[in-house]
C-alpha cells in the first residue's frame, strides 16, 4: 500500500480525523495541543494520528494536502487547516457544527 493510499485509508475510517504532533494525551506541539482542547470543547469523535511515528506519512501529507504545517484537521475527508483556522471556525461557533454533522 503506498503512503498516499494509507491517508486515504485514515481519511475514511473516521469522519473527523486530526493529523498532530504528539498524541490528544501527550502532544508535542502547542499548536496541536490548541486543536485537541477545542476538538474535546465540541465533544467530537476523532481519530488522532502522531504524524511522529511516520516520517513518510509527515512528509506525503504535505504534498497531498497542499498544507505546510502540521496539525491538519479533516472533516469527511475535506481539509479544514491548521491550528488558526481551526481556532477561527471554533470562535465563530461554526466548528461545533462542522464536527456535530460529521
Same mark, same amino acid.
Given at each position: 500500500? &503506498? #503512503?498516499?493510499?494509507?491517508?486515504?485509508?485514515?481519511?475514511a475510517s473516521?469522519?473527523v480525523v *486530526?493529523?498532530?504532533? !504528539?498524541?490528544?494525551?501527550?502532544?508535542? @506541539? !502547542?499548536? &496541536? =495541543?490548541?486543536? #485537541?482542547? #477545542?476538538?474535546?470543547? @465540541?465533544? +467530537?469523535?476523532?481519530?488522532?494520528?502522531?504524524?511522529?511515528?511516520?516520517?513518510?506519512?509527515?512528509? +506525503?501529507?504535505?504534498?497531498? &494536502?497542499?498544507?505546510?504545517?502540521?496539525?491538519?484537521?479533516?472533516?469527511? !475527508?475535506? *481539509? #479544514? =487547516?491548521? @491550528?488558526?483556522?481551526?481556532?477561527?471556525?471554533?470562535?465563530? !461557533?461554526?466548528?461545533? &457544527?462542522?464536527? =456535530?454533522?460529521?
Amino acid at each position: 500500500m &503506498s #503512503v498516499i493510499e494509507r491517508i486515504e485509508e485514515q481519511l475514511a475510517s473516521q469522519p473527523v480525523v *486530526l493529523y498532530m504532533k !504528539g498524541t490528544p494525551d501527550f502532544p508535542q @506541539c !502547542g499548536f &496541536s =495541543g490548541r486543536v #485537541v482542547q #477545542v476538538l474535546q470543547a @465540541c465533544n +467530537a469523535q476523532y481519530r488522532a494520528i502522531n504524524i511522529f511515528e511516520d516520517p513518510e506519512l509527515r512528509d +506525503a501529507l504535505k504534498e497531498y &494536502s497542499n498544507w505546510p504545517t502540521y496539525p491538519q484537521l479533516y472533516v469527511n !475527508g475535506q *481539509l #479544514v =487547516g491548521g @491550528c488558526d483556522i481551526v481556532m477561527d471556525l471554533f470562535d465563530k !461557533g461554526e466548528l461545533q &457544527s462542522m464536527v =456535530g454533522a460529521a
